[in-house]
């Protein structure tokens, strides 16, 4: 019931088992929760008027239920606790019996409900949405695809960012490569393997001189190509000073169908000289051309990466987190991620922040014995090393063999017709084994062996 797979390890038996319990603890919880929100929806639904609303707002659970008319559904705005938001769009399907009144039960939980399915959900609020009709039955909602359901789900505030890791691309010599951009590798398996969720990505990139301009090219799957001859690329950008952020770094997304079915990606970067500054940022109206260069790259500042996914999640009958049909929106951050959905349910965010690319330029760029010599020299002994202990791991190898071998006695004849295999043990217990020689004597009963 523990183990996982062919793993009976007692680690992983105890991992399974605390997993069990903890979900099995958790789904009670979340029974008891929701036979009393229902409870307390139910009691609000009979006496709540049009206009009236009620509000339960605590350090876990933020519960908020207000009558109106069918017609101002339409372009409502709801504002929750920890800048939680929802909108629903001016055209909608909801399916009614009469134009009578309607109740919002809308509901805000400090985490959102875990699973099994490796969502990455542990850092997000849940929110929830449920239109009622005077009867107590919940009605279902549905847009189209132009128009949308608006989410804001917020993050766990105490959600600590890794910082931002320094590209040191200045150090990188002109006359020692060819490449036109900077390349750097995204992984994102690591996020949608499970399930085949789709996941959003938002590259940002801080340079240490503001007033410097870039192109940012990036291919998936593949690695991208841009010069006079060659255009391999599934899209690019202008990174101009007035693109920066309040926080003074360059903001590029991508949402989750721009990546879905990818297993990776490559971003390029250079730098822009001053003749493209000049034509590409300040001159707005040639902003639709691409600036091509054969030139390798030739940083003049360093400049700061950090890469993050961030996934929109609805949970199905199963209580399992799912991600079709939800599109990310490019409002989402560090804070909140923007959800777009065409229905109403229980909606969680997903954030992972990637591991730094590996800036194979510089490590080439560096690689040389001058400057790694004390990295050179212990690769060089351990080599050494390992292989004297093969050779000599080989040399008893042989010895054991021939231990383990039949060794026929001096006095054997070839006329014999019977032989005898006697084998010596000591025991299998710790330091059982022993120096001695062993003498035997076999003897029959015409004859016996000599000593």
Same mark, same amino acid.
């Given at each position: 019931?523990?183990?996982?797979?062919?793993?009976?390890?007692?680690?992983?038996?105890?991992?399974?088992?605390?997993?069990?319990?903890?979900?099995?603890?958790?789904?009670?919880?979340?029974?008891?929760?929701?036979?009393?929100?229902?409870?307390?929806?139910?009691?609000?639904?009979?006496?709540?008027?049009?206009?009236?609303?009620?509000?339960?707002?605590?350090?876990?659970?933020?519960?908020?239920?207000?009558?109106?008319?069918?017609?101002?559904?339409?372009?409502?705005?709801?504002?929750?606790?920890?800048?939680?938001?929802?909108?629903?769009?001016?055209?909608?399907?909801?399916?009614?019996?009469?134009?009578?009144?309607?109740?919002?039960?809308?509901?805000?939980?400090?985490?959102?409900?875990?699973?099994? %399915?490796?969502? /990455?959900?542990?850092? @997000?609020? $849940?929110?929830?949405?449920?239109? #009622? +009709?005077?009867?107590?039955?919940? &009605?279902?909602?549905?847009?189209?695809?132009?128009?949308?359901?608006?989410?804001?789900?917020?993050?766990?505030?105490?959600?600590?960012?890794?910082?931002?890791?320094?590209?040191?691309?200045?150090?990188?010599?002109?006359?020692?490569?060819?490449?036109?951009?900077?390349?750097?590798?995204?992984?994102?398996?690591?996020?949608? %393997?499970?399930? /085949?969720?789709?996941? @959003?990505? $938002?590259?940002?990139?801080?340079? #240490? +001189?503001?007033?410097?301009?870039? &192109?940012?090219?990036?291919?998936?799957?593949?690695?991208?190509?841009?010069?006079?001859?060659?255009?391999?690329?599934?899209?690019?950008?202008?990174?101009?000073?007035?693109?920066?952020?309040?926080?003074?770094?360059?903001?590029?997304?991508?949402?989750?169908?721009?990546?879905?079915?990818?297993?990776?990606?490559?971003?390029?970067?250079?730098?822009?000289?001053?003749?493209?500054?000049?034509?590409?940022?300040?001159?707005?109206?040639?902003?639709?051309?691409?600036?091509?260069?054969?030139?390798?790259?030739?940083?003049?500042?360093?400049?700061?990466?950090?890469?993050?996914?961030?996934?929109?999640?609805?949970?199905?009958?199963?209580?399992?987190?799912?991600?079709?049909?939800?599109?990310?929106?490019?409002?989402?951050?560090?804070?909140?991620?923007?959800?777009?959905?065409?229905?109403?349910?229980?909606?969680?965010?997903?954030?992972?922040?990637?591991?730094?690319?590996?800036?194979?330029?510089?490590?080439?760029?560096?690689?040389?014995?001058?400057?790694?010599?004390?990295?050179?020299?212990?690769?060089?002994?351990?080599?050494?090393?390992?292989?004297?202990?093969?050779?000599?791991?080989?040399?008893?190898?042989?010895?054991?063999?021939?231990?383990?071998?039949?060794?026929?006695?001096?006095?054997?004849?070839?006329?014999?017709?019977?032989?005898?295999?006697?084998?010596?043990?000591?025991?299998?217990?710790?330091?059982?084994?022993?120096?001695?020689?062993?003498?035997?004597?076999?003897?029959?009963?015409?004859?016996?062996?000599?000593?």
């Amino acid at each position: 019931l523990f183990a996982n797979g062919n793993d009976f390890s007692s680690e992983t038996i105890e991992k399974g088992r605390n997993n069990y319990y903890q979900k099995q603890t958790a789904d009670t919880i979340n029974s008891q929760m929701t036979k009393i929100t229902s409870l307390i929806t139910n009691t609000l639904n009979t006496h709540l008027n049009i206009g009236q609303n009620f509000t339960l707002n605590s350090s876990e659970v933020f519960l908020s239920m207000e009558t109106i008319s069918i017609s101002s559904l339409s372009n409502k705005f709801i504002q929750q606790s920890g800048n939680t938001q929802i909108r629903i769009p001016s055209t909608f399907n909801l399916t009614i019996n009469d134009n009578s009144s309607i109740s919002l039960r809308s509901m805000t939980q400090a985490l959102a409900l875990a699973d099994n %399915s490796q969502s /990455n959900t542990n850092l @997000s609020r $849940s929110v929830s949405l449920t239109i #009622l +009709d005077r009867y107590g039955n919940e &009605l279902p909602l549905r847009t189209n695809l132009n128009e949308k359901i608006e989410l804001i789900i917020p993050h766990d505030p105490n959600t600590i960012i890794p910082s931002m890791t320094l590209q040191n691309v200045t150090s990188i010599q002109t006359n020692s490569h060819y490449q036109i951009f900077n390349l750097h590798f995204i992984n994102l398996q690591q996020s949608q %393997s499970v399930n /085949n969720r789709s996941v @959003s990505l $938002s590259f940002e990139m801080k340079p #240490l +001189d503001i007033n410097q301009s870039y &192109l940012l090219i990036y291919r998936f799957d593949s690695s991208p190509q841009l010069n006079s001859s060659i255009s391999q690329i599934d899209g690019w950008s202008l990174l101009c000073p007035s693109n920066l952020t309040n926080d003074t770094f360059y903001k590029y997304f991508l949402n989750n169908a721009q990546t879905f079915g990818h297993q990776s990606i490559i971003f390029g970067i250079r730098e822009l000289n001053l003749t493209e500054y000049e034509t590409f940022c300040i001159n707005q109206s040639v902003n639709n051309n691409l600036p091509i260069s054969n030139q390798p790259f030739n940083f003049t500042s360093n400049y700061e990466l950090r890469t993050y996914t961030a996934c929109c999640y609805y949970l199905d009958e199963n209580s399992i987190w799912r991600t079709d049909g939800i599109l990310v929106g490019s409002e989402t951050s560090h804070y909140q991620t923007q959800c777009f959905s065409n229905h109403l349910t229980t909606f969680a965010g997903g954030f992972l922040v990637l591991p730094s690319p590996i800036n194979w330029n510089y490590v080439f760029q560096n690689a040389d014995f001058s400057r790694n010599k004390t990295i050179y020299l212990t690769i060089i002994c351990i080599c050494i090393l390992y292989i004297f202990i093969v050779i000599y791991a080989r040399y008893k190898d042989k010895k054991d063999l021939e231990k383990l071998g039949v060794t026929p006695l001096s006095d054997n004849y070839s006329t014999d017709q019977y032989f005898y295999q006697m084998i010596v043990f000591t025991g299998h217990r710790a330091n059982a084994g022993t120096n001695s020689k062993v003498h035997f004597i076999l003897a029959g009963e015409e004859d016996e062996t000599a000593v």
